[in-house]
């Protein structure tokens, strides 16, 4: 079965300061991986996802397939960023479920 | 455009009660649903999902049940609430969007048993 991992419950970093969130996955096929975010008081809401090779909100995320990972990086954190992030995984592309990681909760301190 | 609702917002149950928890979708037709539980530190637990009308599939054994009783409406229920049962309920729906499935959340159920 597939696993999600983020290493880091609690993460916290001074506005300007590059930030980092991980994710590591297991499955030996060739996965879909998503970042959603949840803000305070705000639903979870899909950020992005490594297929459509996209930059949201100043956020990139590149699949690893040899290191199996799918970190989260941002050049410069704002304090806007602050909030509770996921990383998912659908292990055909087809499947409907996700598998969802435990989550890091961010904070950019001012 | 496509909408989620979940209701309750909040509630607050004494331990042994029965739970009814109802989501809806507006926009969309045959989705396929999703409850989730959020519970602090543990990250989002799927509980059921359902392609179908009268169609669920279980997640993870439990106190909870779910229903399909129409295409855009799904339930969450229990008979008989425990302590643990309390956390944060989402309900989400998804939809096949660049070969692959995207989910999109409700603004969720804060249920506290006591």
């Known amino acids: 079965a597939q696993r999600v991992t983020q290493p880091e419950k609690l993460l916290s970093v001074f506005k300007g300061a590059p930030v980092e969130l991980k994710c590591n996955y297991s499955?030996?096929?060739?996965?879909?991986l998503f970042w959603y975010v949840q803000y305070s008081r705000q639903r979870l809401q899909l950020l992005l996802r490594h297929i459509s090779r996209e930059s949201i909100k100043g956020f990139t995320a590149d699949l690893n397939k040899g290191e199996t990972s799918f970190h989260l990086k941002k050049p410069f954190a704002q304090e806007e960023d602050s909030a509770m992030y996921y990383c998912?995984?659908?292990?055909?592309?087809?499947?409907?479920?996700?598998?969802f990681g435990s989550g890091t909760q961010l904070t950019v301190l001012p | 455009s496509q909408t989620i609702h979940q209701w309750p917002a909040t509630l607050v149950q004494p331990v042994g009660s029965p739970l009814s928890l109802e989501c809806t979708v507006e926009g969309t037709s045959n989705p396929n649903l999703y409850w989730y539980r959020q519970a602090a530190g543990r990250g989002l637990q799927l509980l059921f999902y359902s392609v179908g009308i009268g169609q669920i599939s279980s997640e993870v054994p439990q106190n909870l049940s779910a229903s399909r009783p129409q295409d855009r409406q799904f339930i969450l229920s229990s008979k008989k609430l425990l302590l643990s049962d309390s956390g944060f309920y989402l309900c989400?729906?998804?939809?096949?969007?660049?070969?692959?499935?995207?989910?999109?959340f409700g603004p969720g159920t804060r249920l506290t048993v006591t």
């Open positions: 989400a729906w998804s939809v096949w969007r660049l070969s692959s499935y995207e989910q999109y």
């Open positions: 499955y030996s096929g060739s996965p879909e």
């Open positions: 998912a995984l659908n292990p055909s592309g087809s499947a409907r479920q996700l598998t």
